[in-house]
């Protein structure tokens, strides 16, 4: 695929992202939001992390496997993205956008 002068695919794989989104609302339902990082605070080396929000904001329990593989998902279709700062991927829209590194309302 050609690049343009940015170093961008000219025709990014959209279809590609949507089949991810499709997937991954099937295998976790009510999903509004998955943010996604390798920084786990309980870790000293790089660990992925995923949290998953529902509609009304509030968290979705999953299974570690589940979990794992959400991410590990999301990671490969956007192997590009600095995955040491948390990004969130919305299943609706299959967007992937930049997430803040500290929650609202928490300190340093």
């Not at 609302?25 to 992390?49: F, N, Y």
């Not at 990004?87 to 967007?95: L, M, N, Q, Y």
Request: net charge positive; charged share 20%.
């Amino acid at each position: 695929m050609l690049a343009t002068p940015s170093g961008t695919p000219a025709c990014p794989d959209t279809g590609r992202r949507h089949r991810l989104a499709a997937q991954l609302a099937d295998m976790i339902p009510g999903a509004a939001t998955i943010r996604v990082s390798l920084t786990d605070p309980k870790q000293t080396w790089p660990h992925l992390r995923v949290i998953v929000k529902g509609e009304a904001g509030k968290t979705i329990a999953l299974s570690r496997t589940t979990a794992m593989v959400a991410g590990r998902w999301i990671l490969r279709v956007w192997p590009e993205v600095d995955w040491t700062r948390p990004h969130t991927f919305k299943p609706d829209d299959a967007s992937l956008t930049p997430s803040e590194l500290i929650a609202p309302g928490r300190g340093c």
